[in-house]
């Protein structure tokens, strides 16, 4: 099975956009905690969110079919191709079955959102309560991009509350704070 190593040289091969490359970092971070936490694989569920928008750039009309078939093709599970194609139900018609695809759906909105959180506040992750997302998530100006309805169909297809799923990628991006470059210390600079 291709391992993490094998999955950077392809992000850096088809994405070359760093604040892409900094979200599939980011989701890749939460998937693998929620891996933790659902008694799943850390090292395949991290494929998944690391792997999830690989052809975004290359092939955004018909993303993620054009990644999922090349990464077929390469060997990788067919539980990571699944949750992929399943981030993208509304396109793809595969709907989530698993805990990593349900899982994926709900870290890829919010994830992203989180780190949007992270940017505008002086100590980044550091400090950062799920209080002050639930904020932001209201003012409908931030991070207008982030679908609402998507995280909160996430946040319905895991079962659990909104604030515990906001706390658990907070902890998840806390960990992987300087990788990501939300820190206080990286935004001080």
């Given at each position: 099975m291709?391992?993490?190593n094998d999955a950077l040289?392809l992000?850096e091969?088809?994405?070359?956009n760093?604040?892409l490359k900094k979200?599939?970092f980011?989701?890749e971070?939460?998937?693998?905690?929620?891996?933790?936490?659902?008694?799943?694989?850390?090292?395949?569920?991290?494929?998944?969110?690391?792997?999830?928008?690989l052809?975004?750039?290359?092939?955004p009309?018909?993303?993620?079919l054009?990644?999922?078939?090349?990464?077929r093709?390469?060997?990788?599970?067919?539980?990571?191709?699944?949750?992929i194609?399943?981030?993208?139900?509304?396109?793809?018609?595969?709907?989530?079955?698993?805990d990593?695809?349900?899982?994926?759906?709900?870290?890829?909105?919010?994830?992203?959102?989180?780190?949007?959180a992270?940017?505008?506040?002086?100590n980044?992750?550091?400090?950062l309560?799920?209080?002050s997302?639930?904020k932001?998530?209201?003012?409908?100006?931030?991070?207008?991009?982030?679908?609402r309805?998507?995280v909160?169909r996430?946040?319905?297809?895991?079962g659990?509350?909104?604030?515990?799923?906001i706390?658990?990628?907070i902890?998840?991006l806390?960990?992987?704070?300087i990788?990501?470059?939300?820190?206080?210390?990286?935004?001080?600079r």
């Amino acid at each position: 099975m291709p391992d993490r190593n094998d999955a950077l040289r392809l992000l850096e091969e088809w994405v070359k956009n760093e604040g892409l490359k900094k979200h599939m970092f980011a989701v890749e971070a939460a998937v693998r905690h929620y891996a933790g936490l659902r008694g799943g694989d850390p090292d395949v569920w991290g494929l998944a969110g690391l792997l999830h928008d690989l052809d975004w750039e290359k092939h955004p009309e018909r993303h993620p079919l054009e990644a999922v078939d090349y990464l077929r093709s390469q060997g990788y599970p067919e539980e990571v191709l699944h949750a992929i194609l399943a981030h993208r139900s509304d396109f793809t018609g595969v709907e989530p079955v698993s805990d990593l695809d349900k899982v994926l759906v709900a870290c890829d909105e919010l994830s992203g959102f989180v780190v949007a959180a992270c940017l505008v506040r002086p100590n980044g992750v550091d400090d950062l309560e799920p209080k002050s997302v639930v904020k932001k998530l209201k003012d409908k100006t931030f991070a207008a991009g982030v679908s609402r309805e998507e995280v909160e169909r996430g946040v319905a297809l895991i079962g659990i509350e909104r604030a515990e799923h906001i706390k658990n990628i907070i902890e998840a991006l806390r960990a992987a704070g300087i990788e990501l470059g939300i820190t206080a210390k990286d935004l001080a600079r």
